[in-house]
């Protein structure tokens, strides 16, 4: 007893000191906290979705899910082939030209009416505090920081290690003019040394003018955020990007609920939404999209044209790798949403509504 004692203390004291690393962030403090205090959407120490929201769906438990994750075999969780790409030089592009990059899973580039957007980076090869976890699949790590040019706007979903890459943001911090992240996330940003006056944070239902005709108003998900074992300190959000010419959802990571619906009534049509597909599960379904709902989410976003997200470089969930794509475009046979599914690096012409794209993920192993 004393010896299986002592090693729960020091494994205990191990994760402690681990995780006092500068990677992991910081809980929001001082005048952060005070505004988050006074949110509408915060109760009892943690925000909370619009909507009740059990992680696991059914009869599910945390344990069982968690057995399945790591014994349970599934197929082709992992490419055997490398994913394809084509590498478009972000350093030189044409200002004036409206076009969008992706680089895997939920981050991607936008340039559009002469601004330069990223979005969720992640180019640090894992989705994990650990170099050795959640590793990138093969051929999707074509692009590191030293690509990116300069950025008007970098935009966080929420916090979570496949959206918010420590070693990511602390390289290109000499790079980004303007950080525009929910509520809390900013704390994040403080403490790894980014000037605060850069720092746009806002609580759902907020706006915040960007100059030169460009705008976002913070729209909500149903999701959580954290990265320790404490959740739901800081807000995870979806955004609608307005600028002189277009109109963009980009969504973060989300379960289907009414908020499509209600943003869809609210802002009118979008020229694209952008929603994850990927990474789901039906024991939680109501913190991520099944491709079906991703679907239904576009119709009620009004969205002209679909950029479905969240696959093809990270397995965090139980389904085959290239599932997502598979699913949602044999279901949009029906639906016939107009969609974008470019190969990692490929550009997407954002003025261009008639572009298409190869199913580059079929023959794949």
């Not at 729960?8 to 505004?35: C, H, N, T, Y």
């Amino acid at each position: 007893m004393i010896i299986l004692l002592s090693i729960i203390i020091i494994l205990g004291v191990a994760i402690f000191l681990f995780m006092q690393q500068s990677k992991f962030g910081k809980a929001p403090s001082g005048d952060r906290l005070e505004k988050i205090k006074a949110s509408a959407h915060y109760k009892d120490g943690t925000f909370e979705n619009l909507s009740y929201t059990p992680t696991l769906t059914g009869d599910g438990s945390y344990a069982k899910a968690l057995w399945e994750f790591l014994f349970v075999k599934k197929e082709r969780l992992r490419p055997v082939d490398s994913i394809p790409s084509v590498k478009t030089d972000l350093l030189h592009l044409d200002i004036n030209a409206n076009v969008l990059v992706w680089f895997g899973h939920s981050s991607y580039f936008m340039q559009i009416d002469g601004k330069r957007i990223l979005v969720d980076p992640v180019f640090s090869g894992a989705a994990s505090p650990v170099s050795f976890a959640v590793k990138s699949f093969n051929g999707t790590d074509i692009y590191t920081t030293d690509d990116i040019p300069e950025i008007d706007y970098l935009f966080i979903s929420h916090d979570h290690w496949d959206h918010l890459d420590y070693e990511t943001v602390v390289k290109l911090k000499s790079k980004v003019k303007t950080v525009i992240c929910g509520l809390g996330v900013g704390e994040h940003f403080e403490y790894w040394g980014y000037d605060k006056d850069i720092i746009v944070e806002k609580d759902w239902n907020e706006s915040a003018s960007l100059g030169d005709g460009f705008s976002v108003h913070f729209t909500p998900e149903r999701h959580f955020s954290g990265r320790t074992l404490r959740r739901n300190i800081s807000v995870w959000t979806s955004f609608v990007l307005r600028t002189p010419t277009m109109q963009v959802f980009i969504g973060g990571d989300s379960g289907y609920d009414t908020h499509f619906s209600e943003i869809g009534k609210t802002f009118g049509s979008f020229d694209l939404v952008i929603l994850e597909n990927g990474q789901y599960d039906e024991k939680w379904a109501n913190i991520h999209m099944m491709p079906h709902e991703v679907l239904q989410a576009a119709k009620e976003l009004n969205g002209k044209r679909l950029f479905p997200v969240h696959s093809s470089k990270f397995t965090l969930a139980n389904h085959a790798w290239d599932e997502p794509l598979k699913k949602i475009t044999e279901l949009n046979e029906v639906t016939k949403q107009s969609m974008i599914t470019p190969m990692i690096g490929e550009p997407v012409n954002l003025s261009d509504t008639a572009q298409t794209f190869s199913k580059w993920w079929v023959g794949l192993e």
